[in-house]
């Protein structure tokens, strides 16, 4: 059994989208959403699984949004709307089309969702029931339905979201990505999501990639855009032998830059801490000290005022 989630509750609407943000899936949210569902017609919950589907037609970029509002929310007329949870458009946006029981799974294979809800099975499902003779999977499962026609590959940005969105439900109710399947997995009347015309995706290979997500984890925090200090491209000394401190210095940095030691920098400038102030001036090189003129001796004064003796000498000659 599922670690304590055999029962498990559906995510209300505002869990999956702060799911959504915690794993950078983006998405758009189509009417109100949140509370289309067919919850009067039938039962929702408890849930056991994620099944993902391929539209069976394939969808513009461009028609993706209006896909989704009207096709997916609304229904056909022989099936109503939703028709799933998720719409996944061919750039990896996911359109939020209703929440609650939607008409997505249909009939599928009781033995494959004992399976699925004991997550005991290993390698692609083979289900013997369908849609016409199946037990109510609407009841069990979140579903996408990734806008392609099945019958060659989905883009790779609906790939990703995919595995993505995967790893999101699998987080939340703490189940393994066993509890994702294809709808070809689940009725046998079916054979989505394709890769090739009639053929369905190898689930294996896919499970193992949404185990991978999962391990790798919710996309981290995009990084705060720090205001970043042009630094000078040569690192000149000024003439005048002074740094004005700027945000980010250190003594440490500073004197690495002048060639100089953190001690010269403290004993120019008698600083008494390692601490700077924005806008402080520094000495950064050693200030030149003249040296005091050596004091004469006896015999030097003599033989200087000799020497200027002699000069006035000659000069009155
Ligand atoms: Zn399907």
Redesign the pocket.
């Known amino acids: 059994m599922k670690g304590g989630n055999k029962m498990a509750t559906p995510m209300t609407a505002t869990q999956i989208v702060a799911q959504l943000k915690k794993w950078g899936i983006s998405y758009k949210e189509v009417k109100d959403w949140d509370t289309h569902n067919r919850n009067a017609k039938g039962d929702w919950g408890p849930l056991n699984g994620f099944?993902w589907?391929?539209t069976g037609a394939d969808v513009s970029q461009a028609n993706a949004a209006s896909y989704a509002a009207s096709t997916l929310y609304n229904g056909l007329s022989t099936l109503p709307g939703p028709l799933c949870h998720f719409g996944l458009a061919p750039d990896g946006t996911v359109y939020l089309v209703g929440w609650g029981r939607a008409n997505?799974a249909g009939g599928g294979d009781p033995v494959v969702l004992n399976h699925v809800i004991n997550e005991d099975y290993s390698g692609q499902l083979k289900p013997t029931r369908g849609n016409a003779n199946g037990t109510d999977g609407n009841a069990h499962f979140y579903g996408v339905?990734i806008m392609y026609s099945g019958s060659h590959a989905m883009t790779d940005a609906q790939y990703k979201t995919a595995l993505k969105l995967s790893a999101a439900i699998l987080d939340f109710h703490k189940w393994t990505e066993k509890s994702v399947i294809a709808?070809g997995e689940w009725s046998n009347d079916?054979w989505?999501p394709g890769y090739a015309s009639g053929k369905i995706m190898d689930m294996t290979k896919v499970r193992s990639a949404i185990a991978d997500t999962v391990k790798a984890g919710p996309k981290p925090a995009p990084k705060p855009t720090v205001p970043t200090v042009p630094k000078p491209t040569t690192p000149t000394v000024p003439a005048t032998g002074t740094h004005k401190v700027v945000i980010g210095d250190t003594l440490y940095g500073i004197a690495n830059k002048y060639k100089v030691t953190v001690e010269n920098l403290k004993v120019w400038n008698a600083l008494k801490s390692d601490e700077l102030t924005i806008g402080q001036i520094l000495k950064v090189k050693a200030p030149v000290v003249t040296p005091p003129k050596p004091a004469l001796t006896v015999q030097q004064q003599l033989d200087a005022l000799v020497k200027r003796v002699a000069a006035l000498e000659a000069k009155v000659k």
């Open positions: 099944i589907h391929h997505h339905e709808h079916k989505d």
